[in-house]
């Protein structure tokens, strides 16, 4: 007898929990929430119950109508929270949300969206960005299970857009850089696109440029480039932003390399030509450090070769002609500064030489004096050359650019500077044949004359 009793007050004991379950459920269908909580916590003491999705959902659900009332919210503080842990623990244990469907738990899923929208909106508009992001982050969460799983009347929608594009802006003001380019990586992985849409695009793209992101980088670039093409948004250059990608990102040999394969392939705008032209012509002195006289002489002449084949591809721009002249006008300072060294270390071991006959004969002072002889003449060429492909480069630029209506700002103080440099290498020039050639001598002296007394005229 005694046996049977006791297996009767255990049935009895089940019986009473799955009863306890049942008047949650009654309380919350009723919407008497409160009552419902004060049963659920007392059935959620016992570790089995804890163990079931049923008091998780109950929970959930209750939460989230204390959420969603003013007054029930100021009550129940953080009963968002509460809600998102009861929610997840619910998961944990019923991933396919059976008990959720079969017990009307939409409702309390689009509780947690819409008033986690409406607050956020609130907070927005009132600049306080931190709690904006806090609120949309949840309406994001919660329309993507309601849409994920068709609770909403449009069938076909992946997605809340505005959502997700709020919880984005919210965190970009917040200064969550990279919070709020993985909402926006939703949304351009979305191929979600339109004019209100442009600065998503650029927001990633330069958060990308500053965390040496090159993957990210390319995908955004891509897709910006779709989205957004040029005959439609003329004012937007996204090779500006590939371009300050290469600049900040690339080491100097990564800048070679890719020009050298970009050239070859023939697929360089003018105004790229112009960028690595610049790269290569402003190397950094931590890069400058490392590389010895040949290799920065290479450099420059690339950068020239750059100049020039931007030229080329755009014969109006004088710009690019006066880059080029200034390489060749920067080679030419560097090639006479040594040559000018050389020459006087040769008149030095002459002056020393002059009262002693016998060091003036001697094999070593010959091998010396020879060795900064051929100096002088090493340099000699590149110097003269320099200077020819200086006046050349200058000259272009200034025809292209001396007669021009509205020039700007640039152009004027590039006018001002060539005719500078080209009176200084043609009084070089001038000066070098004095004596020599009297022809040459007046022909040089002429051009001097002319760009001398264009000085301060730009």
Do not use: H, I, V
């Given at each position: 007898m005694r046996k049977l009793l006791c297996i009767a007050l255990i049935g009895l004991t089940l019986n009473s929990g799955a009863q306890d379950f049942k008047n949650v459920s009654k309380l919350v269908l009723l919407n008497q929430f409160e009552p419902a909580k004060i049963e659920l916590d007392k059935l959620l003491t016992d570790s089995k119950a804890e163990a079931k999705p049923n008091g998780w959902f109950f929970k959930f659900k209750i939460y989230a109508a204390f959420y969603k009332d003013d007054k029930l919210r100021v009550k129940y503080p953080n009963s968002e929270t509460i809600a998102d842990d009861a929610f997840k623990k619910y998961l944990s244990l019923d991933s396919s949300i059976k008990f959720l469907r079969e017990n009307n738990g939409q409702d309390a899923l689009y509780n947690m969206y819409a008033t986690s929208f409406n607050k956020g909106i609130v907070t927005f508009n009132d600049k306080n960005w931190d709690s904006a992001y806090y609120y949309f982050s949840f309406a994001v969460k919660y329309s993507d299970v309601i849409f994920q799983n068709k609770f909403s009347t449009n069938k076909n929608q992946a997605f809340d857009t505005t959502s997700i594009l709020y919880a984005g802006y919210s965190a970009q003001n917040s200064k969550k850089q990279e919070v709020a380019t993985s909402y926006y990586d939703r949304l351009i992985s979305n191929k979600i696109g339109g004019k209100s849409y442009l600065d998503i695009y650029k927001y990633s793209l330069v958060y990308c440029i500053n965390t040496k992101n090159q993957g990210l980088f390319n995908k955004y670039l891509s897709a910006s480039k779709v989205m957004y093409p040029a005959i439609d948004y003329p004012s937007v250059d996204w090779e500006d932003y590939e371009l300050s990608y290469f600049n900040k990102n690339y080491t100097l040999q990564q800048k070679s390399d890719l020009y050298d394969k970009d050239d070859a392939a023939g697929t360089i705008s003018a105004k790229r030509y112009l960028q690595y032209g610049d790269a290569f012509a402003r190397i950094s002195k931590e890069e400058s450090a490392g590389l010895d006289s040949l290799k920065q002489d290479s450099y420059l002449r690339k950068a020239a070769e750059a100049f020039k084949k931007a030229f080329y591809k755009e014969q109006t721009n004088g710009i690019s002609a006066f880059n080029a002249g200034v390489i060749y006008y920067n080679l030419f300072g560097i090639y006479d500064d040594k040559a000018s060294q050389a020459r006087r270390a040769l008149q030095e071991l002459n002056s020393s030489a002059e009262?002693?006959?016998?060091?003036?004969?001697?094999?070593?002072?010959?091998?010396?004096?020879?060795?900064l002889k051929n100096q002088r003449i090493t340099f000699e060429k590149p110097l003269n050359e320099a200077a020819d492909s200086s006046v050349l480069w200058l000259e272009k630029e200034y025809a292209i650019l001396k007669d021009k209506?509205?020039?700007?700002?640039?152009?004027?103080?590039?006018?001002?500077?060539?005719v500078d440099y080209l009176s200084n290498i043609f009084m070089f020039k001038r000066d070098k044949v004095r004596g020599k050639d009297l022809k040459a001598f007046d022909e040089y002296d002429a051009k001097f004359k002319v760009y001398d007394a264009l000085h301060g005229k730009f």
């Open positions: 009262t002693d006959p016998k060091k003036k004969a001697s094999p070593q002072f010959k091998a010396k004096a020879e060795s209506k509205d020039r700007s700002k640039e152009e004027n103080n590039c006018l001002g500077k060539s």
